[in-house]
């Protein structure tokens, strides 16, 4: 069973001997994904990714600057912006850097946030990028009760927008999904949820 607290814990650990330190930054992850009108983008998202990480383990050479860009990738999620990923990666920044993080592996946490903006890659990209990418994206491949838990979240975050407005959004954002060649990057996750995600999206799409 995966425990968010302690997997954040430990990570602080490795760069403060502050127990303070590390419950401030745990108390404003918490507070930011159990804010009111999260739906999907909660606690249990990530406690999924870092599941999901857990079998391609051995394959991800930086899995602490991963765990980072897991925690803070989603910090803020507003569906009236379209800044969220900029400003988590913001966040991001200042906070670690506050931990005295090497900078290096600062920028890539902050660049794994950004990416999750369009979950596009450049040829010959970071392995570990494309990990935590597909782990963000598991969830397309979740059974279909899984899947249908999933969207109907996602819908109550988008409450504010009208079904004319929210649907013909919702049905581009799938199509821009099922014309990838490969919706998961590695072949870890694509062996597990390629199949079963394309079905998924094209059953929601008909929903549309």
């Not at 090497?102 to 979950?119: C, D, E, G, R």
């Amino acid at each position: 069973m995966i425990n968010l607290k302690e997997i954040f814990f430990s990570l602080c650990r490795k760069h403060s001997s502050q127990n303070e330190i590390a419950e401030k930054m745990w108390n404003e992850i918490e507070m930011n994904y159990s804010a009111a009108g999260r739906y999907y983008h909660t606690l249990y998202h990530l406690e999924k990714m870092f599941e999901n990480l857990e079998g391609a383990k051995k394959d991800i050479s930086d899995f602490e600057s991963v765990s980072w860009a897991v925690f803070y990738h989603d910090l803020f999620y507003d569906a009236s912006r379209s800044d969220n990923e900029e400003r988590s990666a913001l966040a991001a920044l200042k906070i670690l850097n506050g931990l005295k993080i090497p900078f290096q592996k600062i920028m890539k946490v902050q660049s794994f946030i950004l990416a999750t903006k369009n979950h596009e890659t450049e040829e010959e990209e970071d392995k570990d990028l494309e990990y935590f990418l597909d782990a963000d994206l598991s969830v397309l491949g979740a059974t279909e009760k899984g899947y249908f838990e999933y969207a109907t979240n996602v819908r109550s975050e988008y409450s504010i927008y009208p079904d004319e407005t929210y649907k013909p959004g919702r049905k581009k954002v799938l199509e821009s999904f099922l014309a990838m060649p490969r919706i998961f990057k590695t072949d870890h996750f694509n062996a597990l949820f390629e199949k079963q995600a394309r079905e998924n999206l094209k059953k929601e799409c008909l929903s549309l």
